[in-house]
């Protein structure tokens, strides 16, 4: 029997949460008996993707509910409750009533989760949370949080520190809160086959020398993924070694508020082996140029980023925050090396020049990585996991 899923994504960009969905739902047309069906809340580069998987319904798609949502998050900002819960059902019942009828509806999200609210009566429902600390401490301050405790059966947490904060802060059922671990698809990372002349063209893009050592980063350019901290490092770093280290920062709106202050402390510490080079839809190039993948992120659950590089070999040094530390823990002493404590930057540039000095390191660190990645991460591996705990909330196996 064919199993209907409702996924409610809040966002359809180039980032981790709506991309490990992407993967999950790809992964279940192909292998289960699923009929899947996307709701966006808001638009973005992978909507097309999506509908290559099964039907999407994007909200606020014309003129009066596109109005109605930016009023309602004015009267939201204001703190005005009452205001703005008119407001949000006059714009979303319309628009989802039609959504019913599923066996399993599946939140991928914090902010997916209150759509709950007008969403139709259906079938058994999931909260996916890719959140930490202080990215639910500012989604409680504008939303309901009784009803993302209080209506999903199952939650699923993106590593063991976003299961920490749900049953610990949160305070939801720790019986009831699982820990799916982000996955990526290592296929497709395979069969892109990055060849030596495209890591060079993008060497030559930055004019970074031959014989220069490469650290990567990658996300958006806001505070919570830490771009200044990768700045903070690049400096110290130069100040320990006499070689040349460049640093590659990939990903992050190059026009927004948050560049312009990254710029800022760059451009003032005179860091111009710090290269920002914005959003590449296709990044496993500047991955695979990497040396080095420094995780500089204030908190991140598990980034797919992160695996991406480390399915390449490359290894990664990353603060001991958020969910990478049960990444490198778990693939072995050497890879667990790159951990240091929270924002201890010469702690990071310590074990980031370790391993730029060390080919033997480099080399142990990034295989390990890289097994663990195939055998533990992969969609192959972690989606029929995922699946076979969301099935029975549907009532069935697909």
């Not at 201890?344 to 142990?364: F, H, N, P, Y």
Request: with cysteine; aromatic share 6%; proline share 6%.
């Amino acid at each position: 029997m064919t199993t209907r899923l409702l996924a409610v994504a809040h966002e359809v960009t180039l980032t981790g949460a709506p991309m490990n969905l992407l993967h999950l739902l790809r992964w279940l047309r192909a292998h289960e008996d699923v009929e899947v069906h996307t709701l966006v809340v808001r638009d973005g580069p992978l909507r097309h993707r999506f509908e290559e998987v099964g039907g999407v319904t994007l909200l606020d798609r014309w003129v009066v509910p596109e109005l109605l949502g930016t009023l309602q998050v004015g009267l939201e900002h204001l703190g005005s409750r009452r205001a703005w819960k008119p407001v949000a059902a006059a714009r979303l019942i319309p628009q989802l009533r039609g959504l019913d009828d599923f066996d399993l509806v599946y939140c991928n999200s914090l902010t997916s989760a209150s759509m709950l609210r007008h969403l139709p009566a259906s079938g058994a429902v999931v909260a996916h949370a890719h959140e930490l600390e202080v990215a639910y401490r500012l989604w409680r301050a504008e939303h309901e949080v009784s009803l993302f405790r209080t209506r999903p059966d199952r939650w699923i947490a993106a590593s063991g520190a976003v299961r920490d904060l749900l049953v610990g802060e949160v305070g939801l059922p720790p019986d009831r809160v699982s820990v799916h671990h982000e996955f990526i698809d290592v296929g497709q990372v395979d069969g892109r086959a990055v060849g030596l002349r495209e890591v060079e063209r993008c060497r030559r893009e930055l004019r970074i020398p031959t014989d220069a050592a490469v650290v990567v980063g990658a996300g958006t350019v806001d505070w919570r993924k830490g771009p200044d901290l990768f700045v903070q490092l690049a400096c110290e770093v130069r100040r320990r070694t006499r070689e040349p280290v460049h640093f590659v920062w990939v990903g992050g709106d190059l026009r927004s508020p948050d560049w312009e202050r990254v710029r800022s402390d760059r451009d003032r510490a005179g860091a111009d082996h710090v290269h920002f080079v914005g959003v590449k839809p296709d990044p496993l190039p500047w991955f695979a140029m990497a040396d080095v993948f420094a995780l500089t992120s204030r908190e991140d659950p598990f980034p797919l980023v992160c695996l991406e590089a480390a399915a390449l070999g490359v290894p990664i040094v990353t603060y001991r925050n958020g969910g990478m530390p049960e990444l490198l823990e778990a693939a072995g002493a050497e890879a667990a090396h790159g951990i240091v404590d929270h924002l201890d930057v010469g702690a990071l540039a310590e074990r980031t020049l370790a391993l730029v000095d060390s080919d033997a390191l480099r080399a142990v660190a990034g295989a390990s990585l890289r097994e663990r990645v195939r055998a533990e991460h992969d969609v192959t591996v972690a989606a029929p996991r995922l699946w076979a705990d969301l099935a029975p909330l549907a009532g069935h196996r697909g």
